[in-house]
């Protein structure tokens, strides 16, 4: 089965920087885009930022345009987020996504996503 392993949560002051790292199990070249989202209980599930394979192309919507960084790694098969200047309000639990080649869905929206991880913590205050 495909596993999307995520790793690199967990508590940070606000304004502070953490890292976010997703390992597929299979080559990343076999997907359209790689995304992260982020849930906080009660609220619907956001797309934080998504990365196209092809050309690295990002989609940086809403809040973390300017803060947060999305990069790929095809040959480890990684995708990170990196997160600046950090928010109580980015508070969640992030969740890495993967949406399969040839899907006729739009990254960032989570019903057009094929494969999920798990979910890393990221508590900022």
């Known amino acids: 089965d495909v596993q999307l392993v995520e790793s690199g949560g967990g508590s940070v002051e606000t304004g502070g920087s953490l890292t976010l790292s997703c390992a597929a199990s299979?080559?990343?070249?076999?997907?359209?885009?790689l995304a992260w989202f982020r849930q906080v209980p009660g609220n619907e599930r956001e797309g934080v930022a998504a990365?196209?394979?092809?050309?690295?192309?990002?989609l940086l919507p809403g809040s973390a345009k300017g803060r947060f960084t999305i990069s790929r790694d095809n040959t480890n098969n990684t995708v990170s987020l990196r997160m600046n200047s950090l928010k109580p309000e980015d508070t969640a639990m992030y969740y890495c996504a993967a949406q399969r080649g040839g899907s006729s869905r739009r990254c960032l929206d989570s019903s057009g996503m094929d494969y999920w991880g798990k979910g890393t913590q990221v508590t900022v205050s």
């Open positions: 299979e080559n990343i070249g076999k997907y359209n885009c």
């Open positions: 990365i196209r394979i092809l050309g690295g192309s990002a």
